[in-house]
């Protein structure tokens, strides 16, 4: 079954407690983007990848890190989290063709 | 810069229509999106329509695009509960190429009997 997958789904966390938020796909899709989701404001990317080791910004990607070591893994790291990125954040993947994003099914980070 | 605005909420009864509107700036985009989340779900496409065409109809979806003042709707026929979920609108900025979707807020549909 063709997925994105991404844990944890829920997470309880402390300021400056680093941590990171995994995103697998099994679609082979050359690019892969992260975003978050908040009350009255959509989502918003944070960064995005266009194939391995290529990554680049996306509108809101203060106090996040992303790697893509391998085309299927595109991990979330937040280094020193703060409450303002408490959200709802989602890995979406896609072939880069066509604007169909293949969304997993979110992880809500709460950080104290 | 690029934005796009949708209303927040919309209700309506069970088996009448739904219209729910969205405005875009973009005028480059070449693609606008409908993309649909259920509750404690990621969001799915629903459905697209290319920026050369007018409407574009999918069984009970209808999308209509009225280019000149950058105007998107997504109408659902004969609404049902299961259609209760929240709709994003988005576009795709030739800057950002199909990488860089910009969503609205979202326009949460409850439909009640």
Not at chain 1, 56 to 76: A, H, I, M
Request: aromatic share 12%; charged share 20%; with cysteine.
């Amino acid at each position: 079954e063709a997925q994105v997958t991404q844990n944890p789904r829920y997470l309880i966390t402390v300021t400056g407690k680093k941590l990171t938020v995994t995103c697998s796909q099994n679609m082979n899709h050359e690019y892969m983007s992260w975003y978050r989701q908040d009350p009255g404001l959509g989502l918003r990317q944070i960064y995005y990848s266009m194939n391995v080791e290529v990554t680049d910004k996306g509108d809101v990607p203060e106090g996040y890190k992303v790697s893509r070591k391998e085309k299927r893994n595109f991990p979330l790291i937040l280094e020193s989290p703060s409450p303002n990125q408490t959200s709802l954040y989602f890995c979406a993947s896609n072939q880069g063709d066509t604007g169909e994003l293949f969304f997993g099914e979110g992880s809500r980070l709460t950080v104290l | 810069g690029e934005d796009v605005e949708q209303s927040l909420f919309l209700s309506v009864r069970e088996g009448d229509s739904s219209v729910i509107n969205c405005t875009y700036t973009d005028s480059s985009s070449t693609y606008l999106y409908w993309y649909k989340q259920e509750p404690g779900a990621g969001l799915q496409l629903l459905t697209y329509i290319f920026s050369n065409m007018d409407m574009k109809q999918d069984q009970r979806l209808t999308v209509l695009l009225n280019k000149k003042d950058k105007h998107l709707s997504l109408r659902i026929a004969d609404t049902q509960t299961g259609d209760s979920a929240i709709y994003f609108c988005a576009e795709s900025p030739f800057s950002g190429g199909y990488n860089k979707l910009i969503f609205g807020a979202g326009t949460r549909l409850a439909v009640h009997p």
